[in-house]
């Protein structure tokens, strides 16, 4: 039986598997924030409170390397620290991309919270994926010089 902790071609494609639900199961969570109206349109907390789903979903991504690859404590360590600054840097080209790429769609609104509707979905969406795919690729990174 091959557990998640080997390094065979199934436990690997396993555990990507397992990161695209992690990935799916986040852009759900800050879509329902914006569907129910958690998310605030006020000019600070309407982004803080997305950075904070963010901030949430890239250590889970961090904590779910550093159990499947079986990280000592100095690993967990390491593994969480990459996947949040791999995630804050992520985050910045995130918003970038879906501002650019969705402010012909905003129909004279300022900002894109103010656009609402399906942009800011689509927006919010784009932003949850570059930034997790980020924390997951500073991982990646890091786990080629350990």
């Known amino acids: 039986m091959i557990g998640l902790y080997s390094s065979s ?3 690997r494609r396993a555990r990507d598997e397992l990161m695209t639900y992690i990935v799916v199961i986040a852009v759900l969570c800050v879509l329902i924030l914006q569907a129910s109206g958690s998310i605030p349109q006020s000019s600070v907390g309407g982004p803080l409170t997305i950075g904070l789903a963010l901030i949430v979903a890239a250590l889970v991504v961090g904590l ?4 499947t690859q079986g990280r000592g404590v100095v690993g967990w360590i390491v593994s969480i ?12 080209l995130g918003g970038m991309i879906a501002v650019m790429a969705f402010s ?12 609402g509707g399906p ?13 997790l795919m980020g924390s997951w690729a500073a991982l990646q990174i890091v786990n080629r010089w350990r």
């Open 9 to 11: 071609g199934i436990a």
């Open 64 to 67: 779910y390397e550093a159990w």
């Open 81 to 92: 620290v990459v996947a949040l600054l791999g995630a804050f840097i992520a985050a910045q």
């Open 104 to 115: 012909p769609f905003m129909s004279g609104s300022s900002s894109l919270a103010a656009a």
């Open 119 to 131: 942009v800011m979905y689509v927006a919010l969406t784009v932003m949850t994926v570059v930034t």
